[in-house]
């Protein structure tokens, strides 16, 4: 177990762990709490234009991503909140375009198509130093953002008429927490891909839930959580040699009802008053 920390890969994918449970944790309890799964993942699947596009372009891929997974979020954002078109409706549209634009990039890019499986499932194991770095100034961000104006997004998150009644300023929140949803879905598409990613963001955030409703510890056990499932699906994908992206979020499922079952056994051995 210990000359596992003598190869580079592996300090760099625990690095990310360490990194991801943070941005995913605080995002994804916001996400829970405010029922954003969906947008989530429409925002998610969007951002596969933005990998044709640089691709075509012979730009990064997740620059392309994240330009792009931004912009769709903010358009679901602005489509639902002033033109009165169903979230659902928004949702769907921006899915079903930037996965439309990303095939049409991807056969148009001269020679031949490129291989997108590193996307679609991920691999922590192949993080680099430069993506570590935009890993760390989201977190920072994120922390920074979670921090500085918890209340108001507390607030926000279970009951926004009351927040607007206190003066909060929701539409600026809530264009900023989108936009945060789509850069953390789109770094960490590295790290578990587009079809998986959204279990870094809603599982370790549920199993919180579970435990309390004070908001400050599910903030903190949304990341200690997503923290022991990345590492115990990056230790698996390592000793079965199976891929690592479906390895973490294996673990997240097991975490998950693991949890479960020890709170409902819990429940069922506790001694009813007579």
């Known amino acids: 177990m210990i000359s596992l920390f003598t190869y580079t890969f592996f300090n760099h994918a625990l690095l990310t762990a360490i990194l991801g449970s943070i941005s995913c944790g605080l995002i994804g309890s916001y996400i829970v709490t405010r029922r954003l799964v969906f947008i989530t993942g429409g925002i998610t699947h969007a951002s596969f234009g933005g990998l044709g596009i640089g691709y075509f372009l012979g730009i990064s891929p997740l620059v392309g991503a994240a330009v792009f997974g931004g912009l769709s979020a903010f358009g679901v954002q602005y489509l639902s909140s002033k033109q009165k078109l169903r979230v659902d409706s928004a949702i769907a549209m921006a899915w079903s375009f930037g996965m439309a634009v990303g095939i049409i990039f991807i056969f148009l890019t ?150 479960w079952c020890i709170i409902k056994l819990g429940s069922l051995t506790k001694v009813k008053p007579s």
């Not at 770095?133 to 008429?161: C, H, N, W, Y």
């Not at 206190?166 to 789109?186: E, H, M």
Request: aromatic letters at 14%; proline letters at 3%; a neutral charge.
């Open 110 to 259: 001269p020679g031949y198509a490129p291989n997108l499986m590193s996307y679609l499932f991920g691999s922590i194991l192949t993080v680099s130093v430069s993506d570590l770095i935009v890993m760390l100034v989201l977190a920072g961000i994120s922390t920074f953002i979670f921090i500085t104006f918890k209340r108001s997004i507390q607030l926000i998150s279970f009951d926004e008429p009351f927040a607007r009644s206190q003066g909060i300023k929701v539409d600026v929140f809530n264009y900023i927490l989108i936009l945060l949803i789509a850069l953390t879905a789109v770094i960490y598409i590295r790290v578990a891909g587009i079809i998986l990613v959204l279990s870094l963001l809603t599982v370790p955030q549920n199993l919180a839930i579970m435990i309390t409703r004070n908001y400050n510890k599910i903030l903190l056990f949304s990341i200690l959580f997503g923290f022991v499932g990345t590492i115990a699906g990056l230790l698996l994908s390592y000793f079965l040699d199976i891929p690592s992206g479906a390895a973490i979020i294996f673990s997240l499922i097991s975490e998950y009802f693991i949890g």
